[in-house]
């Protein structure tokens, strides 16, 4: 089991900042795909980046340029940081977690909700 808890959600005002933490503990060593993914109320849950073993990146056009995913292994967590932030940003962020060759994700975190106030 890996559990997977986020944090560093909460309200800012458009054009600010927010970095999201997401700390693993577990058997999270067997995990090499660390994602971010959001859900706004009434829409799909989208991935907004993910991080694989050897760091490289992968990000969703609305937010290239402005986010930063990346990983402290020491610290066995996973950050978003978040810049020039808009409202259309507004949607409870969730970590993911996933072993190699695996299709989809293998654990999830509990959430940690943005609001980005125009």
């Known amino acids: 089991q890996v559990q997977l808890v986020e944090s560093g959600g909460g309200l800012v005002q458009a054009g600010g900042s927010l970095r999201l933490s997401c700390a693993a503990s577990g058997r999270h060593f067997s995990m090499n795909r660390w994602g971010w993914y959001r859900q706004a109320p009434g829409k799909q849950r989208e991935l907004v980046a993910d991080i694989i073993t050897g760091g490289n990146t992968n990000y969703r056009d609305s937010v290239k340029g402005r986010f930063t995913i990346s990983r402290d292994n020491a610290k066995n967590t996973v950050y978003l940081q978040m810049n020039s932030l808009k409202p259309e940003d507004t949607a409870v962020y969730y970590c993911?977690?996933?072993?190699?060759?695996?299709?989809?994700?293998?654990?999830w975190g509990q959430g940690t909700q943005v609001t980005v106030s125009s």
């Open positions: 993911a977690a996933a072993r190699s060759g695996v299709p989809g994700w293998d654990y």
